[in-house]
């Protein structure tokens, strides 16, 4: 017995160890829970909302809560990623998606399926969320994301807004925001953006926190170090926090 509880233990703190490391936000009627899952996904909870966002590797998801509600950005597969669906427990989840990603999805994730064109916004299990454009500097006909294609999100928790980048570069829209809380901005090339327009942006548009996220691009992992370092020496109020999406 003393054998086998202790595989168990051994096993259960192993798989501890492997999850990153959760955040919980103040807010309105419940905390927000942020659970980062690797590269671009991650979880938000509150007030009995589980909601994914670019659900990617079905294996990270062992211990998590069913999604109650699941975001997808763009059609490329670290976003939209059909086996990871497929792997899921989706029964009960509502997807929000621009045009293009409901064009890829299956017929069977299209039932309780919300698209959102950029500069749109709707309430879905009473949150609002709005769609953000995200697209590549400078717009051309062979951009790997060209503006309109997908969507960047900010959704209301709690009297909270959260801002998710998608694959973006430091575009007019990100710049113009006003009033975020978190923001999870992205930062690795050749697909998005480097460091310094990042910090640049965030400068700008000023959350109150900040994570660097799907920072993994042709060149390995982007310094995100740097990158707290060039935001804090431009305004030390946005707390930028640094958390482990690459497990491997």
């Excluded at 926190?209 to 740097?226: C, K, M, N, S, W």
Aim: glycine share 8%.
């Amino acid at each position: 017995m003393k054998t086998f509880l202790s595989i168990v233990l051994i096993t259960y703190t192993l798989y501890a160890q492997a999850q990153p490391a959760s955040d919980m936000i103040p807010a309105k009627h419940t905390d927000i829970k942020i659970q980062p899952i690797g590269h671009g996904s991650l979880i938000l909870e509150w007030n009995g909302e589980v909601i994914y966002v670019d659900p990617y590797g079905a294996d990270k998801y062992e211990g998590q809560k069913d999604p109650s509600m699941i975001l997808i950005t763009d059609i490329h597969g670290d976003h939209l990623n059909v086996k990871t669906l497929e792997a899921l427990n989706t029964e009960k989840a509502k997807f929000i998606v621009p045009q293009a990603v409901k064009e890829q999805l299956p017929e069977s994730f299209q039932k309780n399926l919300f698209t959102l064109a950029n500069g749109e916004a709707r309430k879905v299990n009473d949150i609002s969320i709005s769609a953000i454009p995200m697209y590549n500097l400078p717009e051309t006909e062979d951009s790997r994301h060209p503006k309109g294609r997908g969507n960047g999100y900010i959704i209301d928790l709690g009297e909270k807004k959260i801002y998710i980048s998608g694959d973006t570069e430091d575009i007019a829209e990100m710049r113009a925001l006003e009033g975020i809380d978190v923001a999870f901005v992205c930062m690795n090339l050749p697909y998005t953006m480097d460091i310094n327009q990042a910090a640049s942006a965030v400068l700008e548009f000023k959350p109150g926190i900040v994570y660097p996220f799907h920072y993994r691009g042709q060149g390995g992992l982007a310094d995100t170090e740097q990158f707290k370092k060039i935001v804090n020496e431009g305004d030390a109020s946005i707390d930028v926090r640094l958390r482990e999406w690459y497990a491997e």
